[in-house]
């Protein structure tokens, strides 16, 4: 147990709808990360928050916003979904920015 | 820019059998480089890692030496377990830049059988 939560673990929904995806990081630590896992794309950096803001953006549509709470948990919003965006989304943290990440179990999305 | 490229898979050894996993990076800055492991129906896992030119990882018999000179960092076990079947994804980051995010390579596959 890395001590990062996902929710939900699977999710099955249609195109064209929304869904939000949660995020609760370690305890104490202050920097989030979201990845894209994908069969054709492998895996992808979305974006990263430290503390509350935003420090770096990586391949995210602009149809995906996120954001980090002052609790520090985090959300990851997909809107106007497409059959593409069908794959596992992954959290993690770390206490500082750092390469060495703590991996939730992931989100598995389905667009129909 | 920063980029991992990573030995193609599917890789399937027999128990005991020697294991290497070739990764090679590029980078803008010092990179620091990192090996995970994906386990079946689970996160991404730090397997080792290295920050330094000649830095030696090693975790659960496995290792892997950045070389600056050759650009790379390859995995290796001398004599892997069922067990060890999973994905590994070699990754870079680079600490100047501040964010620090993770570059990760496409993972390679490993399957041991008994």
Redesign the interface.
Known sequence: D?G?TQTPKHLITATGQRVTLRCSPRSGDLSV?WYQQSLDQ??Q?LI?YYNGEE??K?NILERFSAQQFPDLHSELNLSSLELGDSALY?C?SSVV??????????SRLTVL | GNSVTQMEGPVTLSEEAFLTINCTYTATGYPSLFWYVQYPGEGLQLLLKATKADDKGSNKGFEATYRKETTSFHLEKGSVQVSDSAVYFCALSVPQTGANNLFFGTGTRLTVIP
């Open positions: 890395s990062v990360y492998g895996l950096f990263q420090r770096a990586g992954f993690a920015p750092s390469g060495e990440l703590f991996f939730g179990e992931g």
